[in-house]
């Protein structure tokens, strides 16, 4: 599990996932809404990328700490966070040993970061851990079935993941999120949303995403010209079959869950 993190960590590094988390800005806004947050109240945000969920709760009025395991994104959200006049305590953490107290938090969120931590029950019992009981956890989670879970299973099968390891894609169903949080919640609701990738074409988000999110950039690098070419006409298909623009633009929605939590 410790060199899978250190890999899982070194792909995040690359790239710049800020370029395409701050597209995804409106998911963080809507969670925030999901869980009803209420001015004041303590907040963590787990795996916070470029701090989508941590600049929807600030702008809430609560008090945030935005944590992340690579440092290069904690100052993208801090950067995001001075512009807007935001006061969010930024602090790296790994989501599966998180530095903090139990029942520290009235809410805890993530939003397409959790997800990807290699040890799942461990990550699901720290966010459980921290959150006081009756605050709430909420979590975006791209489905198996959507866009970004065929993008990673696409990947998959140019590159097979390491062994032993589960899909992040479990993360966006209701048994996995019931396994793992169900014993000690009240309530679990869960929302199946979707969000669309909005790019000038199949070609720019091609361009985007292997030139700045980290799993594609190190898949691409991983992997022989032959088998480059071979796995981009893969997305290029995958795209095509999600793509709804009816242009030359590209508009791919892909399902999330929106999971709120309510601790027991």
Known sequence: MGAVKARQQGAWSSGDYAIVGTTLQLVGEQ????????????????????????????????????????????????????????????????????????????????????????????AAAEMIRVCRPGGHIGLANWTPDGFIGQLFKTIGAHLPPPAGVKSPALWGTEARIQEMFGPDAATIQVTRRSFAFRYRSAAHWLEVFRTYYGPVLKAFAALEPAAQAALEADLVALIGRFNRSGDATMVAPSDYLEIVVTRR
């Open 31 to 122: 969670l925030c809404e999901a869980i009803d947050l209420r001015a004041g109240s303590e907040v963590l945000d787990v795996a916070a990328g470029n701090g989508n969920a941590s600049l929807a709760a600030t702008r809430r009025w609560c008090r945030v700490t935005s944590t992340d395991y690579v440092p290069a994104l904690l100052e993208r959200g801090r950067e995001r966070a001075a512009a807007e006049r935001l006061d969010i305590r930024f602090q790296q953490a790994d989501a599966e040993a998180l530095p903090f107290a139990d029942a520290s938090f009235d809410a805890v969120l993530s939003t397409f970061g959790v997800m990807f931590t290699p040890d799942q029950d461990r």
